[in-house]
Nanobody, 123 residues
Framework: QVQLVESGGGSAQPGGSLRLSCSAS????????IGWFHKAPGKEREGVAC??????YYLDSVKGRFTISSDSAKNTVYLQMDNLRPEDTGTYYC??????????????????WGQGTQVTVSS
């Protein structure tokens, strides 16, 4: 049974940094796309970054600030979040899907979800 477990959420000031981790079990990163989705208060969940062996996708609003990476040996995907903004506040979900997920990091292409981790950016 596929499981995705997020960690690393918390609070940060604007301009600060956080690193999220997604530990995957019962799947191999080489054969899946792993993504991070952001659910802001009052808004729909949207993909901010996705990674596969072939490509990486970033939402325009996080380009240059967020970096997605993977460690196959640990079967873990990371989201380094720098220069955080208040609008980055919300719940971040790890997600897994096939190759199609890697193109535009779309909600409809997700097969598996983690439970989410909260990020709060405020002064």
């Amino acid at each position: 049974q596929v499981q995705l477990v997020e960690s690393g959420g918390g609070s940060a000031q604007p301009g600060g940094s956080l690193r999220l981790s997604c530990s995957a079990s019962a799947l191999t990163l080489d054969y899946y796309t792993i993504g991070w989705f952001h659910k802001a208060p009052g808004k729909e969940r949207e993909g901010v970054a996705c990674i596969s062996v072939a490509r990486r996708y970033y939402l325009d609003s996080v380009k240059g600030r967020f970096t997605i990476s993977s460690d196959s040996a640990k079967n873990t995907v990371y989201l380094q979040m720098d220069n955080l903004r208040p609008e980055d506040t919300g719940t971040y979900y790890c997600a897994a899907g096939g190759d199609l997920l890697s193109y535009y990091c779309e909600l409809q292409k997700v097969d598996y979800w983690g439970q989410g981790t909260q990020v709060t950016v405020s002064s």
